[in-house]
DNA sequence: GTGAAAGCGCTAACAG
DNA sequence: CTGTTAGCGCTTTCAC
C-alpha cells in the first residue's frame, strides 16, 4: 500500500507530487527541473505541491540516471591537521559552486587504508578524489583502476599525476629578499631536517636571494634540526656561542621562529632591533603570539585548495592536467623582521 | 552499442560480470553479496570474473533500491578547527566500522550555509547527520524537515535534540583537585569570557573540588579575560601586582596557560615549585612547547566523536536519544604541577 | 504542452 | 541451486 501523499510517508516522491498536482511524472520532473517547454501555470503549480510536500529529490536516483554522481572524495594523510585543514577549506569552496559534496576520508598515511577508501569511494562513483597530503616528498601513487581524474595537492606522486604545491623555493626567496631589504647581510637559516623537500627548497630559495645580492650563508649559520620549538631554542645556543654577528635569521617554520625569539629575548638579544627573524607557515596560533608578531611566509593552503578544486572540475570536465604546479608564497609581515607592515604581492621574487 | 565486456567499457556493471560468468544478473548479485545459496564454484567464479573486469558495484544503484545510502553528513561550525578536528576523526572511525561514509560540509557557524548543506544532504539522502560545533553554548537547532535523526556534538541545541559534550565542570574539578593533591591551597583561576558557559562550568568544578577540600577562591584571585596567551600575561601582572601569596593556577585554557608560565619565568617566579600550573584542551602544540611543558585537562574530543558515531548509528537503528550526554575529561600531567607523572583514572572525580 | 514508456544498475522476491 | 521479474526514484526520449 502506498502512502498516502500529504501524510507522514517517510519518502515523498516525485510520483507523490506528481499525482498530487495532478500531472505526470515526467512532467513533474520538468517542471521541477526547469527543462523542457511547459505552461508557467503547470510549472508554479507543480513546484508549490512539492514544496508543501517537502518533497527532496532523491540524488541517488538522479546520479544513477545522469551517470554521475556529483560528489567528491578527499583523502586526506594527516587527518585534518595543520596542512589539510585549510586545503580541504578550500577545495570545499571551490567544488561547492558547481553543487559538488565531498566525501572525507582519514587515510592517515597508511596505505591499507588509503586502498579501502578508494574502493569505497569508487563504489559511491565519485567523480574524481584529491589526495591531501602533509609533505611535499614524492609519495607512491594512489592506485585506481578506473578513469575517473586523480590529484594530489600538498603531495607529490611520480610526474604522470597532476601534483600541487606551494612554491617553497619561491617562500624561501621572498623571506631572504625581505631580510635584506631590511639592510641585513648577515643571515643564518635554522630549519627542519634536509630530508624534507620542502627545507631543501627553501634554503634554495634564501640561496638565490642572497646571491643575486652578492651575499651568501656563512659557514655555521645554516643549521638543520627537527621540527620542533626546542630546536628553534637550542639553535640559538649553537648559532650565538661562535659570537657570530648575526643580523638576521630565517627560520624554516613558525614553530622554529618562536622558539628563536624566545632565545633570543631571554639572552637580551631585541628583535627585530638587534636581530630580524622571518618565520615560514604564518600558523597563526603561534605566529600572532610570540613576542613580537612573526614576519612569517604564508603558503596559501587555503589557495592551494581551491585550485585542487578547480583543477578537478576541469579534469571532471574532460581536460585533463599533469606534471608539477606550483602555487606563490606570500610574505605577512609583522613585527619581528622591522619592516613597516605593508600589503605584499604575492608574485614578487616569484621565480617564473 | 553495449560496450563488450573486457573492453575499456568506463563503466563494468553487474550485467556484464553475470554475461562474462555466464550466470544470471540475480545470481550475480548473491555471488558478490554473499547472499542465497549458490554453488561454491559459482560464487568463485563469478568473484573471479567481477575481480579481472575490474568490477565495482554502483552503490547508487545499490542505495537506491535498500532504501538507505549507508552515509551521513557532519556540519561543522568551525571549518575543522582545533575542536571538530579531532572529534571528525572520532566520528569517522566510530562509522567506518559500519561501512559509512562521510559527507564534510563546512557551515562555517553560518545559518544560511547550514540550510543549504542541509537541504543538499537531504537530497543525498544521507542516514543521519551530526553537526560538530566549537563552543558549547546553545545554539539554534537545525530544521531538518525529515526524520533522519540529527545529534549535536560539542554543541547544544534545545533539550529535545541528543547533544554530546565534555563534561567541563568535571573537569574542572579534576584540575584543581590535583592542584590541592599537591599541596597548594591558594588558587588563583585565569580563564576566558564569563559568557562562555565552559568558562563557567570549569569554574564550577574548581570552586566544588576546593570546597571539598574547605577551601576557597580568594576575592582578586579569579580573572575572565579573552582565550589569549597574552591575557595570560596579563593576567599574571594583575595577579602578583597585588602581592597575594598564590601557590597554584588554573587556567581555562593552554594558551592562556602559557602565556601565564612565560611571564612567571620571566619575573622570576618558578613553575612549578613556586606556583604550579594547570592548563586546560591539552592542545600538544601549546602544552608540549610550554616552559615546562603543561599538565592540562583533556576534552577526550575524539572519543567525544566516537561517541557521537557510536550515537547516530543507534538512531539510525532506530533507538532515539536525547538530552545531554556529557563524556569525562582527563588530567594529562606533565610538569608545570609538580606531580609525578602518572596515569590517571579519567572518571576521577566525576560528578555522577 | 503533456503523457507514456524505457531504462540507469542493482537487489529481492518468486519460480523453476 | 539458478533464472526471471519487478521495481527503487528519477530523467529522457518520443508520441500525441
Not at 621562529?257 to 639572552?267: H, I, K, N, S
Request: aromatic letters at 4%; charged letters at 25%; one cysteine or more.
Amino acid at each position: 500500500m502506498k502512502t498516502e501523499p500529504g501524510l507522514v510517508g517517510l519518502r515523498v516522491t516525485i510520483r507523490d507530487v506528481a499525482r498530487t498536482a495532478g500531472v505526470a511524472v515526467g512532467t513533474a520532473s520538468k517542471a521541477l527541473n526547469g527543462r523542457g517547454h511547459l505552461a508557467p501555470e503547470t510549472i508554479q503549480r507543480v513546484q508549490q505541491v512539492a514544496e508543501k510536500l517537502g518533497f527532496h529529490p532523491n540524488d541517488l536516483a538522479k546520479s544513477l540516471v545522469r551517470g554521475r554522481s556529483f560528489t567528491v572524495g578527499v583523502i586526506t594523510s594527516d587527518g585534518f591537521g595543520r596542512f589539510t585543514t585549510p586545503m580541504v577549506g578550500g577545495i570545499e569552496e571551490a567544488l561547492e559552486t558547481e553543487q559538488i559534496s565531498v566525501f572525507l576520508c582519514n587515510g592517515q598515511g597508511d596505505a591499507e587504508r588509503e586502498r579501502k577508501y578508494v574502493r569505497s569511494l569508487l563504489e559511491k562513483h565519485v567523480d574524481g578524489i584529491i589526495v591531501a597530503g602533509r609533505r611535499t616528498d614524492p609519495r607512491p601513487r594512489l592506485e585506481i583502476g578506473s578513469r575517473i581524474p586523480v590529484l594530489y595537492a600538498y603531495a607529490q606522486a611520480d610526474p604522470g599525476m597532476l601534483c600541487l604545491l606551494p612554491d617553497d623555493e619561491q617562500g624561501g626567496y621572498i623571506a631572504a629578499q625581505h631580510l635584506i631589504e631590511q639592510g641585513r647581510h648577515h643571515l643564518a637559516h635554522i630549519t627542519g631536517p634536509e630530508r624534507f623537500e620542502a627545507a631543501r627548497q627553501r634554503l634554495a630559495g634564501m640561496r638565490r636571494a642572497m646571491s643575486e645580492a652578492d651575499l651568501s650563508i656563512s659557514v655555521g649559520n645554516l643549521l638543520h634540526g627537527p621540527w620542533e620549538e626546542s630546536w628553534g631554542r637550542e639553535a640559538v645556543d649553537e648559532l650565538l656561542s661562535k659570537q657570530k654577528s648575526i643580523d638576521g635569521i630565517f627560520c624554516g617554520s613558525d614553530q622554529i621562529a618562536r622558539g628563536v625569539c624566545d632565545a633570543l629575548r631571554e639572552r637580551g638579544v631585541k628583535v627585530p632591533d638587534d636581530i630580524a627573524v622571518v618565520g615560514f607557515d604564518n600558523w597563526d596560533i603561534i605566529a600572532a603570539a610570540t613576542r613580537p608578531p612573526l614576519t612569517t611566509v604564508d603558503m596559501n593552503l587555503r589557495e592551494l585548495g581551491q585550485l585542487a578544486g578547480t583543477r578537478l572540475l576541469e579534469m571532471i570536465g574532460g581536460n585533463q592536467h599533469r606534471g608539477v604546479e606550483r602555487l606563490p608564497c606570500t610574505l605577512v609581515i609583522r613585527e619581528s623582521s622591522g619592516a613597516q607592515a605593508m600589503a605584499s604581492d604575492p608574485r614578487r621574487g616569484g621565480i617564473d
